[in-house]
């Protein structure tokens, strides 16, 4: 199991328990396949209630920068929801994942990522999130995200089902794929 740890250990502003927030990473860490003895660091600014979360890798260890919105409940301000919890954790740890993989090749930061590379590879990663029980995809609402980026054809909707049900692409084949279904809504 990876090593898990989170910041601040005891939450004054939101309704947040360190121990679970751990426990569900650990949990996520061991079903996307990270290395046992991989260090995670999960940071949680509770003073910032929109949602957002910044993965880093350093050595092979992970540091999660999340903000008190990206794990709180949408009906209960303040308060913790395990379920997006479980999907803010699930996506940068798959990520995280892919990045160590030799195999997945160099992927940009995910602040140099392009919007449709973005959504490709989102919705790789949600479709193995999906088959591995971390989360429940939604893939209707993920293909609608998947064709604002790369157009509205039956070739879009092709490579959206490629991306989903693929389990052990690189980022080039991400890359290579996105680039497809772009290219067809131009020519369509």
Not at 41 to 51: F, P, S
Not at 59 to 71: K, M, S
């Amino acid at each position: 199991m990876a090593q898990v740890t989170v910041t601040p250990e005891t939450f004054e502003l939101i309704a947040f328990d360190s121990t679970e927030i751990a426990r569900i990473a650990g949990e996520v860490a061991d079903a996307v396949g990270l290395e046992p003895g991989v260090r995670v660091e999960v940071v949680v600014d509770e003073a910032m209630l929109v949602a957002r979360s910044v993965t880093t890798l350093a050595g092979g260890n992970i540091r999660i920068e999340a903000t008190g919105g990206a794990f709180e409940s949408l009906r209960q301000p303040r308060t913790f929801d395990e379920e997006r919890c479980r999907t803010v954790l699930g996506h940068t740890l798959m990520r995280a994942h892919d990045r160590l993989d030799p195999k997945f090749g160099a992927a940009p930061e995910d602040v140099d990522l392009s919007v449709d590379l973005e959504a490709a590879w989102a919705t790789y990663v949600e479709g193995r999130l999906d088959r591995l029980g971390v989360v429940r995809g939604r893939p209707t609402r993920r293909v609608y995200q998947f064709r604002v980026r790369h157009g509205f054809s039956d070739v879009v909707d092709a490579v959206f089902d490629r991306l989903w049900s693929s389990t052990d692409l690189s980022f080039e084949d991400i890359s290579r794929l996105s680039a497809e279904a772009a290219g067809s809504a131009v020519s369509a």
